[in-house]
């Protein structure tokens, strides 16, 4: 059984994106997503910016989400403003409803950092045992293990 090599090379990004493939038309969504989400948070108030997203775009419908119901209820008011702007959008003209959704918005959870503290003694141990080896990477690695030691 032989195997054969494949003599293709990579592609540019830029010929990647020409393509109609679905990597092309995901990015070109988003890039539209995202244009229409700095166009509508442009035209609302100041106090609702940092709460409203835009979702998504699809058979004709953009999704709106907001973290709170009260910022939709007043979207739904806006409606018929916020079709006619996002009309003035290239890429927005066949967009024929709006849907709204509340989706509670979590905040980034930073995981806690796992330090691990190295004793005055342990410190010590690994200092001497650097002195003794005629390695010198092995010796500077315990070198720089043993100056993590913890100061008292």
């Known amino acids: 059984m032989s195997i054969k090599v494949k003599r293709s090379r990579a592609q540019p990004i830029g010929k990647l994106l020409e393509q109609r493939s679905g990597a092309s038309l995901l990015i070109r969504q988003s890039r539209l997503i995202d244009q229409a989400q700095r166009h509508v948070r442009a035209h609302l108030p100041q106090e609702m910016r ?78 001497a045992c650097a002195q003794e080896t005629g390695d010198p990477a092995l010796k500077d690695a315990l070198s720089r293990l043993a100056s993590h030691a913890r100061k008292r």
């Open 50 to 127: 940092a709460h409203v997203y835009v979702g998504g775009f699809r058979q004709g419908k953009l999704t709106i989400i907001s973290s709170q119901a009260s910022w939709i209820t007043w979207l739904r008011f806006e409606q018929s403003n916020l079709l006619r702007l996002l009309h003035q959008l290239p890429g927005f003209e066949g967009v024929s409803a709006l849907v709204f959704k509340v989706r509670p918005v979590h905040p980034v959870k930073v995981p806690e950092r796992n330090t691990r503290e190295l004793s005055k003694d342990a410190g010590e141990t690994l200092a």
